[in-house]
């Protein structure tokens, strides 16, 4: 029988891999930007077990704000990131040192 | 005694795991953008699983169909440029640790948990229970106003977007000229010409 844990444990793991591909995949922003997307799917996945094992339909609610918003985010950031790329003809994290932080 | 309905758990979230593993550890961007379509319609399998049936087609469409397109786009813009091998980068065993970490954190969170023990049950849908008619119902009701404002931000998000892309226009451009196209009158534009017809002649 497939209880609330194991839903929790698939998304437990997918959120420790994209943590995982963050770290190794350090230097290409477009690889980041996926790796937050996965993150962002491990949350929704775990919203939605607990809005079916708790009886509460707001967690599906909550999914859906993600999905919007995770919209947006992946839009602007795809945006900014073709903006750094005209200017400075690299997409390499490594490069984005103009702040000096 | 293993279910049908945990076969397909089982199935679905190990190929569910190894597509996201694929996604970071392949190194061509455009073949990690593939995983993580391949992982995203798996996690729809898995929530169509959880009977949230609105949310799985919503993922799909939202995600397959929308954003990982726009994604592609943007990796076939740029040039192919392949990431770093994680076998070279010397912080890896400290990620791995970490990685080690994380999990186990988060499996000994999930082990002592006060929820887990409490509610083992899923909820029992009758057969005229509808996970559309459901969401929709709490979203006009009592999550009105965030719904407005999620729409308010996708707004500001696609003009936020326009704005960063926008290079102004040409100085060729081709465009209308309202003006003109309303001070035009019939005489300038029609020209009456009196042809005598074919049959007339003979």
């Known amino acids: 029988m497939i209880g609330l844990s194991h839903y929790l444990s698939v998304s437990a793991i997918i959120f420790s891999i994209s943590i995982l591909g963050l770290m190794i995949n350090h230097r290409n922003l477009i690889t980041l930007l996926m790796c937050i997307e996965l993150m962002l799917l491990a949350v929704s996945t775990n919203f939605i077990a607990f809005a079916r094992y708790l009886h509460q339909p707001a967690g599906e609610v909550f999914v859906f704000l993600i999905l919007a918003v995770a919209a947006a985010e992946s839009a602007i950031g795809l945006a900014i990131l073709v903006l750094w790329f005209r200017q400075h003809h690299s997409v390499d994290v490594e490069q984005l040192n103009r702040l000096k932080g | ?202």
Not at chain 2, 37 to 53: G, K
Not at chain 2, 136 to 149: D, K, N, S, V, W
Request: glycine content about 4%; proline content about 3%; charged content about 15%.
């Open chain 2, 1 to 202: 005694m293993i279910s049908l309905l945990d076969c397909f758990f089982y199935s679905i979230s190990s190929m569910l795991v190894a597509s996201s593993l694929a996604v970071i550890l392949v190194r061509h961007p455009v073949r990690a953008a593939l995983f993580l379509v391949l992982s995203f319609v798996m996690a729809a399998m898995l929530w169509m699983l959880l009977e949230a049936e609105f949310l799985s087609l919503v993922l799909i469409f939202v995600y397959v169909g929308a954003i990982m397109t726009l994604f592609l786009f943007v990796i076939m813009m740029l040039p192919a440029e392949e990431s770093l091998s994680w076998k070279k980068w010397r912080g890896f065993p400290f990620a791995l640790l970490l990685f080690a970490l994380l999990l186990s954190l988060l499996f000994y969170m999930l082990k002592h948990s006060l929820l887990l023990g409490a509610s083992a049950s899923p909820a029992d849908t009758t057969s005229t229970y509808t996970n559309t008619q459901a969401i929709g119902h709490i979203l006009y009701t009592q999550y009105a106003l965030p719904f407005e404002m999620i729409g308010i931000l996708l707004l500001v998000a696609m003009v936020a977007a326009i704005m960063l892309t926008f290079r102004g226009r040409r100085v060729d451009a081709k465009g209308q000229c309202i003006n003109k196209q309303v001070r035009a009158s019939k005489q300038d534009q029609l020209k009456l010409v009196n042809i005598p017809s074919e049959g007339e002649k003979g």
